[in-house]
């Protein structure tokens, strides 16, 4: 129903006819993290990547650089250049196994090496903080799904492709 405001500069009638439901804005703890990735492929065996990125952690446990070490060895495109900075990251942005060790780790520390689907990582968290899940922040989580999935499908397209133009030819000693 109408209501009537009285002003200076006279009489206002108002009604409401209608009203947007707000997106519920709820604090979400987001961690800062950087990581160091090696990709498996159909040529290195698991153990000899395992073998590789544990050498690595091993480098930044005695004191390497972090940044450096991930530019040159991340085989992660998007954070190597940025020495493994992933940036902010949300609940339910990265697989599974990647947010449970994120989870657990303290700030400043390294873990220990883990696989995901992605390959061999190990991560280092930066920091933590409380975030609210606007509509932006939904709209940036919506994006980085879609690139996960995107990524992933060209990553399985360049294995077949790979695989296809392979040539093996097998020679018996004479």
């Known amino acids: 129903f109408p209501v009537t405001i009285h002003h200076a500069s006279g009489f206002h009638i108002v009604k409401l006819l209608d009203k947007k439901a707000e997106t519920p804005v709820a604090n979400i703890e987001q961690t800062h993290v950087r990581h160091i990735l090696l990709q498996a492929d159909p040529v290195t065996?698991?153990?000899?990547?395992?073998?590789?990125?544990?050498?690595?952690?091993?480098?930044?446990a005695a004191g390497a650089d972090f940044a450096k070490l991930a530019k040159q060895y991340s085989e992660d495109p998007n954070s190597?250049?940025?020495g493994g900075d992933l940036g902010w990251i949300s609940p339910g942005q990265t697989e599974p196994a990647f947010e449970q060790m994120m989870n657990e780790m303290k700030v400043n520390e390294v873990s220990k090496v883990f696989q995901t689907s992605y390959g061999w990582h190990f991560l280092q968290v930066l920091g933590r903080r409380e975030q609210s899940s606007s509509e932006d922040y939904l709209k940036e989580l919506a994006n980085r799904q879609i690139y996960q999935r995107k990524f992933q499908d060209a990553l399985q397209n360049w294995i077949v492709q790979l695989r296809d133009e392979a040539h093996v030819e097998i020679r018996e000693k004479a």
């Open 80 to 82: 190597a250049r940025n």
């Open 45 to 60: 065996q698991n153990d000899t990547l395992k073998k590789r990125i544990s050498a690595l952690r091993d480098k930044i």
